[in-house]
């Protein structure tokens, strides 16, 4: 064996860096380490090397060279929420002032988080005991993240106009604190869950203001000209959305963003208080054999969703049949339909003649990050993301997931 070597000399040992070396299988860069007690000449060569004890030749080991220790990313590397925004926006995709309303919404998220988790320990399970414009009931804790995720956005400064599903009419902020952007949100979806400690979420969509807009407001002497302004400018297609996403509170807490370039899942880092990006670019796949619907409501369904879901249940040649995961939270629901694929359906019944699902606060906005992931949200015949509102709790169906299951759907609804 010959090699060409520069040597470092220790008290105990020899350090040789070959930079050729004739082994049984050749590396560009080599470390040999032997025992500076034993050293003999290399065979014609001034050079000297040690035997190995039973055997012949030098005992090496591969070294990554300088180029490849630069691709290699640190095990400490971490790429926060507040730092992904910052690229985003020196790389021109969103402006400033959009980076600092989606930086509330995180604060806001963050604080939920902690009222979840410490609820029954702070008294806020239960029920409030007042009834929302949905005639739902109140949860305390829907109270609370309403007031959060209203704070957080007010005191940002950069935004018009707040909607809120908890909320009788859009809101528009104090001209000293108004911007630009109109938030719309449902600041703790599936809070029914709450006392079970069942996975909860917030969803969001923003939209920049659209005079243009026409909603069915009508003459209602009740609202005055700023809220019917605030009306008109809320009642815009998800087309419209710029930024879409939603918190899910459970083992851990997720934060899913798309500003219309993919959609990316941040996990909240409890050491650091962070919101640390965990998944990029996240595709659904173009099939899934996991269903979520309430089938509690399969008598109230039309012959057609029936037979759909009967069909789901049917082996088949394949002899499995589709599986079935309901949580009772959309935000939950949709999470894993992201992931694994699927489709997850809140159907129109003989009960809610157009589903319980509101189109500004939940439809929209997770309708448009599935598509950002490659998925498709409906309403059974058409695209949700091209319904405009004609009232600002306006409800209905919606089917999202895979594509492929969607469209099966859609087929069956036809």
Same mark, same amino acid.
């Given at each position: 064996?010959?090699?060409?070597?520069?040597?470092?000399?220790?008290?105990?040992?020899?350090?040789? =860096?070959?930079? %050729?070396?004739?082994?049984?299988?050749?590396?560009?860069?080599?470390?040999?380490?032997?025992?500076?007690?034993?050293?003999?000449? #290399?065979?014609?060569?001034?050079?000297?090397?040690?035997?190995?004890?039973?055997?012949?030749?030098?005992?090496?080991?591969?070294?990554?060279?300088?180029?490849?220790?630069?691709?290699?990313?640190?095990? =400490?590397?971490?790429?926060?929420?507040?730092?992904?925004?910052?690229?985003?926006?020196?790389?021109?995709?969103?402006?400033?002032?959009?980076?600092?309303?989606?930086?509330?919404?995180?604060?806001?998220?963050?604080?939920?988080?902690?009222?979840?988790?410490?609820?029954?320990?702070?008294?806020?399970?239960?029920?409030?005991?007042?009834?929302?414009?949905?005639?739902?009931?109140?949860?305390?804790?829907?109270?609370?993240?309403?007031?959060?995720?209203?704070?957080?956005?007010?005191?940002?400064?950069?935004?018009?106009? +707040?909607?809120?599903?908890?909320?009788?009419?859009?809101?528009?902020?104090?001209?000293?604190?108004?911007?630009?952007?109109?938030?719309?949100?449902?600041?703790?979806?599936?809070?029914?869950?709450?006392?079970?400690?069942?996975?909860?979420? %917030?969803? =969001?969509?923003?939209?920049?203001?659209?005079?243009?807009?026409?909603?069915?407001?009508?003459?209602?002497?009740?609202?005055?000209?700023?809220?019917?302004?605030?009306?008109?400018?809320?009642?815009?297609?998800?087309?419209?959305?710029?930024?879409?996403?939603?918190?899910?509170?459970?083992?851990?807490?997720?934060?899913?963003?798309?500003?219309?370039?993919?959609?990316?899942?941040?996990?909240?880092?409890?050491?650091?208080?962070?919101?640390?990006?965990?998944?990029?670019? /996240?595709? /659904? $796949?173009?099939?899934?054999?996991?269903?979520? =619907?309430?089938?509690?409501?399969?008598?109230?369904?039309?012959?057609?969703?029936?037979? #759909? +879901?009967?069909?789901?249940?049917?082996?088949?040649?394949?002899?499995?049949?589709?599986?079935?995961? #309901?949580?009772?939270?959309?935000?939950?629901?949709?999470?894993?339909?992201?992931?694994?694929?699927? +489709?997850?359906?809140?159907?129109?019944?003989?009960?809610?003649?157009?589903?319980?699902?509101?189109?500004? #606060?939940?439809?929209?906005?997770?309708?448009?990050?599935?598509?950002?992931?490659?998925?498709?949200?409906?309403?059974?015949?058409?695209?949700?993301?091209?319904?405009? $509102?004609?009232?600002?709790?306006?409800?209905? $169906?919606?089917?999202?997931?895979?594509?492929?299951?969607?469209?099966?759907?859609?087929?069956?609804?036809?």
């Amino acid at each position: 064996m010959v090699a060409q070597a520069a040597a470092i000399t220790t008290s105990s040992s020899h350090l040789l =860096f070959l930079t %050729s070396c004739s082994l049984s299988r050749p590396s560009p860069s080599q470390l040999c380490v032997f025992d500076s007690k034993t050293l003999v000449p #290399y065979p014609n060569s001034t050079s000297t090397y040690k035997k190995k004890r039973g055997g012949d030749g030098l005992k090496c080991m591969a070294v990554s060279t300088a180029s490849e220790a630069k691709t290699k990313k640190s095990t =400490f590397e971490i790429q926060t929420l507040t730092g992904w925004l910052l690229k985003q926006e020196q790389a021109g995709v969103i402006d400033a002032e959009l980076t600092i309303v989606i930086s509330s919404i995180s604060m806001a998220c963050k604080q939920i988080a902690s009222l979840v988790q410490r609820a029954s320990i702070s008294n806020l399970t239960g029920v409030q005991g007042a009834v929302n414009i949905q005639g739902e009931d109140q949860k305390k804790l829907d109270v609370v993240s309403n007031e959060v995720f209203s704070s957080c956005l007010r005191s940002s400064g950069r935004t018009g106009i +707040i909607a809120s599903e908890e909320e009788d009419v859009p809101v528009a902020v104090e001209e000293s604190y108004s911007g630009n952007y109109i938030v719309v949100f449902d600041p703790l979806d599936g809070s029914s869950n709450i006392d079970a400690a069942v996975s909860t979420g %917030s969803i =969001f969509g923003i939209y920049s203001p659209n005079d243009e807009c026409l909603a069915d407001i009508g003459d209602d002497s009740t609202l005055d000209q700023t809220e019917q302004r605030c009306i008109v400018n809320v009642c815009q297609p998800g087309n419209n959305l710029l930024v879409a996403g939603y918190c899910m509170y459970s083992s851990s807490v997720i934060f899913v963003l798309t500003i219309g370039k993919g959609v990316f899942s941040f996990s909240l880092d409890p050491m650091y208080g962070e919101f640390v990006l965990t998944q990029e670019n /996240i595709q /659904i $796949p173009k099939a899934g054999k996991i269903y979520s =619907f309430n089938e509690g409501n399969y008598q109230l369904w039309d012959d057609k969703l029936k037979k #759909y +879901i009967d069909d789901l249940k049917d082996p088949g040649p394949s002899g499995k049949p589709y599986s079935a995961r #309901y949580i009772g939270s959309l935000v939950g629901d949709f999470h894993r339909t992201l992931l694994y694929g699927g +489709i997850y359906g809140y159907p129109r019944d003989k009960k809610s003649k157009n589903g319980k699902l509101r189109l500004l #606060y939940e439809c929209a906005p997770m309708s448009f990050i599935v598509e950002q992931a490659g998925g498709k949200g409906s309403d059974g015949h058409q695209r949700v993301l091209d319904i405009t $509102p004609n009232e600002i709790h306006q409800r209905v $169906p919606l089917y999202i997931g895979s594509v492929e299951e969607v469209e099966k759907l859609e087929k069956y609804l036809a």
